[in-house]
T-cell receptor, first 113, second 112 residues
Framework: DQQVKQNSPSLSVQEGRISILNCDYT??????FLWYKKYPAEGPTFLIS?????DKNEDGRFTVFLNKSAKHLSLHIVPSQPGDSAVYFC????????????FGKGTSLLVTP | KAGVTQTPRYLIKTRGQQVTLSCSPI?????VSWYQQTPGQGLQFLFE???????NKGNFPGRFSGRQFSNSRSEMNVSTLELGDSALYLC???????????FGPGTRLTVT
């Protein structure tokens, strides 16, 4: 069963606007969450992460928000740039599973000029 | 530092054969994990090795196996290949005490 879900397979945003990518999870044991970006023919690249003891983490144009009660997290990209066009994966870690990451199926972001 | 490297990058095998994929982690990283990416299932965890020991295993059949060497390099093996094993196999390494994993470019396996 898919414990991490990204319900929007794709998203299109205009350059300069905000991109919001969403992720839901079902396992309440998850305590660390990560976002990865992936271009075709490359491995995923780590973007930003957040621990379950926080509700927000910011790194430049990227901010991740965590709502533990709703089991929901989101990635905000402001302002969006054409180079941000890629597939974004949400991932979560359960401390009982070591370093194994549970991934969502990804959201393909297209930023148009 | 050099990133995670994987060899080969592309591989074509016939159903029933076996295959070995190789991964060299980032220098100093002792944890190596393997993932399978397919269009329908996304990225799925295969197994994780730390100090030559398998610490975790995903929900894959026994045909999928791996090992880690004393220099932290890792290999994964798939025996009796099936058409459904066609996928991108990704290796990732982590420093100790850090959940952030750094991925290699992957090996694209095609089973015909």
């Amino acid at each position: 069963d898919q414990q991490v879900k990204q319900n929007s397979p794709s998203l299109s945003v205009q350059e300069g606007r905000i991109s919001i990518l969403n992720c839901d999870y079902t396992n309440s044991m998850f305590d660390y969450f990560l976002w990865y970006k992936k271009y075709p023919a490359e491995g995923p690249t780590f973007l930003i992460s957040i621990s379950s003891i926080k509700d927000k983490n910011e790194d430049g144009r990227f901010t991740v928000f965590l709502n533990k009660s709703a089991k929901h997290l989101s990635l905000h990209i402001v302002p969006s740039q054409p180079g941000d066009s890629a597939v974004y994966f949400c991932a979560a870690s359960d401390p009982n599973s070591g370093y194994a990451l549970n991934f969502g199926k990804g959201t393909s972001l297209l930023v148009t000029p | 530092k050099a990133g995670v490297t994987q060899t080969p990058r592309y591989l074509i095998k016939t159903r029933g054969q076996q295959v070995t994929l190789s991964c060299s982690p980032i220098s100093g990283h002792r944890s190596v994990s393997w993932y399978q990416q397919t269009p329908g299932q996304g990225l799925q965890f295969l197994f994780e090795y730390f100090s030559e020991t398998q610490r975790n295993k995903g929900n894959f059949p026994g045909r999928f196996s791996g090992r880690q060497f004393s220099n932290s390099r890792s290999e994964m093996n798939v025996s009796t290949l099936e058409l459904g094993d066609s996928a991108l196999y990704l290796c990732a390494s982590s420093p100790i005490g850090n959940y952030e994993q750094y991925f290699g470019p992957g090996t694209r396996l095609t089973v015909t």
